[in-house]
């Protein structure tokens, strides 16, 4: 069974633990803490909303192989203050430059493919050395040649990448599959 284990806001109170880590990171609102629950097999364990900027803390899980996943507040949306952003944005940088997480879960909306504030992320992360896993999220609501346009993307031809949707349980499980490996 995975849980949740805490809220952090720095440095000062990160989990300090010896166990594997890896992380979602993602704009607001393209379904991480939605995910997070599907993987968990329990709806309620990440606060999720249809308003963006819902998750404003690093926030712990751990599954049942004592594996440590953590989800990060989303970028880039507008409606949040700017200090807001400033500090939702100083934590995750906190984060990914003194962290290793063994993989970072890029979450991608299948719809809009990678915006160019994506691909500026994206170029942070691969410049501090962190591997990569695409997601490309809410595929049921996507259409066809949506998908084909995203999947054009370079950033997408190079890197492992996998299709989500909360409700499919085959595109869950072979995240889930994924995931067991670490
Ligand atoms: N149709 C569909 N909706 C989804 C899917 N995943 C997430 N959503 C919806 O998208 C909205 C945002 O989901 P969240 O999981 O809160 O997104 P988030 O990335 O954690 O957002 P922040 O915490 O703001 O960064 C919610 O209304 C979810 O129900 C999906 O696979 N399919
Ligand atoms: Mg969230």
Redesign the pocket.
């Known amino acids: 069974m995975w849980k949740f284990i805490k809220s952090s806001s720095d440095k000062s109170n990160w989990l300090i633990h010896d166990n594997k880590e890896i992380c979602f990171i993602?704009r607001?609102?393209?379904?991480?803490?939605?995910?997070i629950n599907a993987l968990a097999r329990n709806s309620k364990l990440a606060k999720?909303?249809?308003m963006?900027?819902?998750?404003q803390l690093i926030n712990y899980f751990q599954n049942e192989n004592d594996l440590i996943i953590v989800?990060l507040?989303?970028y880039g949306?507008a409606n949040i203050s700017y200090s807001i952003q400033e500090k939702m944005f100083n934590m995750i940088d906190e984060y990914f430059r003194i962290n290793k997480p063994s993989n970072v879960f890029f979450?991608i909306d299948s719809r809009h493919g990678i915006t160019p504030k994506d691909a500026e992320i994206i170029e942070y992360l691969l410049n501090l050395n962190h591997n990569l896993i695409f997601i490309l999220?809410?595929v049921?609501?996507a259409k066809q040649k949506e998908i084909a346009k995203t999947l054009k993307n370079d950033y997408l031809k190079n890197f492992k990448y996998f299709k989500?949707?909360?409700?499919n349980e085959k595109l869950i499980n072979a995240i889930r599959d994924e995931i067991n490996k670490y």
């Open positions: 993602g607001s609102n393209v379904g991480k803490s939605s995910l999720v909303s249809k963006p900027g819902r998750t989800d507040p989303g949306y979450l999220t809410k049921d609501k989500s949707s909360i409700d």
